[in-house]
């Protein structure tokens, strides 16, 4: 059986026999990848892909912008001198 065909089956039989309104190639891809065919629960887990990639970026800002800042006070302080 072909890969794609078995990937239509895994997804129909988690989803009520139907293939998900809107689903993607993309998502086909990501969903063998995190090995979860149900849709909702793959949407689920994409959610909290996509909320710890920001926590992730958030971090990288703020310790980009507290290096700033110490760059700052310390070119700062050489002006008061």
């Known amino acids: 059986m072909g ?3 078995e990937m239509y089956i895994n997804i129909c039989n988690a989803n009520d ?3 998900p309104e809107g689903i993607t190639v993309a998502d086909v891809a990501k969903m063998k ?3 979860i065919y149900e849709w909702e629960l793959y949407e689920r887990k ?3 892909i ?3 990639q920001k ?5 990288a800002e ?3 912008i507290q290096d700033a800042e ?3 006070r310390f070119v700062h302080r050489e002006d008061e001198d």
């Open 17 to 19: 026999g139907e293939l």
């Open 46 to 48: 994409m959610e909290e």
């Open 50 to 52: 996509r909320n710890e």
């Open 62 to 64: 703020t310790k980009k």
């Open 55 to 59: 926590q992730k970026d958030n971090s």
């Open 70 to 72: 110490k760059k700052f």
């Open 3 to 5: 890969r794609m065909k």
């Open 33 to 35: 990848e995190l090995e």
